[in-house]
């Protein structure tokens, strides 16, 4: 079960996991979307009166570019925790929209995690995925996800806790999304010079100017790579994202670039639950649900 806080950020650092699971004969995926993404940027310059600032109507169009991120990945099951607009977009720290009451960022914890459990004790996963405490890169909407995530691992096996949303259960791993420092230096100098739109390492002097939390490498203990077609899948999920990925930015000039090393990788870090064997060159878990009996 993969817990993204808005449409597009399924694929961006989960699309090939997600791809490959939903793929596989002996396992499921479900995806959890915290909000509609209704913050979101409108890189559609026919599509700009959907914005926050001017009609609002973007969560809803984005319902729409993540049911098509769905059919590309494969997805079968998703939800929207608490349902379709429960919960809104807050924005990026220190911005207005962090005050909406119907924010995710404003929301009771222990009301959104009940949510999150309700869903867990329906599915039953062995396994959680979601951010790290500081959300990759502090967004309000990632921070609460983590949070969620973190408490349900435990909260749904507790059975005095959201009573009447279904029998206990624990999964047996909870992992947390992980960009490598090593990952980042190699994008930085590729593409510090790059002439694309929304070029998150244009004008800076090094990777320590994004404000985005890096892993070391020898923390990152899963690394999740792609198989044919799965790549191509990540792709045609992203390019469903049409709001919010430019087909002339960064993210389309990432994947034409260096394509595989780029986007054909995804790694993670274990959070909570025991650690599978390894078989890469750092001794990496090669499958998220590695060690566990199912």
Same mark, same amino acid.
């Given at each position: 079960?993969?817990?993204?806080?808005?449409?597009?950020?399924?694929?961006?650092?989960?699309?090939?996991?997600?791809?490959?699971?939903?793929?596989?004969?002996?396992?499921?995926?479900?995806?959890?979307?915290?909000?509609?993404? *209704?913050?979101?940027?409108?890189?559609?310059?026919?599509?700009?009166?959907?914005?926050?600032?001017?009609?609002?109507?973007?969560?809803?169009?984005?319902?729409?570019?993540? @049911?098509?991120?769905?059919?590309?990945?494969?997805?079968?099951?998703?939800?929207?925790?608490?349902?379709?607009?429960?919960?809104?977009?807050? %924005?990026?720290?220190?911005?207005?929209?962090?005050?909406?009451?119907?924010?995710?960022?404003?929301?009771?914890?222990? *009301?959104?995690?009940? *949510?999150?459990?309700?869903?867990?004790?329906?599915?039953?996963?062995?396994?959680?995925?979601?951010?790290?405490?500081?959300?990759?890169?502090?967004?309000? &909407?990632?921070?609460?996800?983590? *949070?969620?995530?973190?408490?349900?691992?435990?909260?749904?096996?507790?059975?005095?806790?959201?009573?009447?949303?279904?029998?206990?259960?624990?999964?047996?791993?909870?992992?947390?999304?992980?960009?490598?420092?090593?990952?980042?230096? @190699?994008?930085?100098?590729?593409?510090?010079?790059?002439?694309?739109?929304?070029?998150?390492?244009?004008?800076?002097?090094?990777? &320590?100017?994004?404000?985005?939390?890096?892993?070391?490498?020898?923390?990152?203990?899963?690394?999740?790579?792609?198989?044919?077609?799965?790549?191509?899948?990540?792709?045609?999920?992203?390019?469903?994202?049409?709001?919010?990925?430019?087909?002339? %930015?960064?993210?389309?000039?990432?994947? &034409?670039?260096?394509?595989?090393?780029?986007?054909?990788?995804?790694?993670?870090?274990?959070?909570?639950?025991?650690?599978?064997?390894?078989?890469? @060159?750092?001794?990496?878990?090669?499958?998220?649900?590695?060690?566990?009996?199912?």
């Amino acid at each position: 079960m993969f817990v993204h806080a808005h449409p597009d950020d399924e694929v961006i650092s989960t699309g090939i996991a997600i791809a490959s699971y939903a793929a596989a004969p002996e396992t499921s995926v479900t995806l959890v979307t915290c909000t509609l993404g *209704e913050e979101g940027e409108v890189l559609v310059p026919e599509l700009v009166n959907l914005r926050a600032d001017l009609g609002d109507q973007l969560g809803g169009y984005r319902i729409g570019e993540l @049911a098509g991120s769905c059919a590309a990945l494969g997805v079968t099951e998703h939800r929207f925790l608490g349902g379709p607009g429960r919960f809104r977009d807050s %924005g990026m720290m220190g911005t207005p929209p962090n005050d909406h009451p119907r924010s995710l960022w404003q929301a009771d914890l222990d *009301e959104a995690t009940a *949510e999150l459990v309700r869903i867990v004790r329906e599915i039953r996963p062995h396994v959680l995925v979601s951010y790290d405490s500081f959300g990759s890169y502090g967004h309000p &909407d990632h921070i609460r996800a983590h *949070e969620v995530t973190a408490r349900a691992f435990t909260d749904a096996a507790d059975p005095s806790f959201a009573p009447g949303t279904g029998a206990p259960w624990q999964p047996a791993k909870r992992y947390e999304t992980a960009m490598s420092r090593s990952q980042a230096v @190699a994008g930085f100098e590729h593409f510090r010079d790059e002439a694309t739109t929304d070029n998150p390492f244009a004008g800076l002097a090094s990777v &320590d100017d994004l404000p985005v939390r890096f892993v070391e490498d020898d923390a990152i203990t899963t690394e999740i790579t792609a198989a044919e077609p799965f790549l191509d899948a990540k792709i045609a999920a992203m390019r469903a994202h049409r709001t919010q990925m430019a087909v002339d %930015g960064f993210f389309f000039a990432l994947a &034409d670039g260096i394509g595989q090393r780029a986007w054909g990788t995804e790694l993670f870090v274990l959070a909570a639950g025991e650690r599978g064997p390894g078989a890469t @060159a750092h001794g990496r878990e090669q499958d998220l649900l590695a060690g566990i009996d199912l």
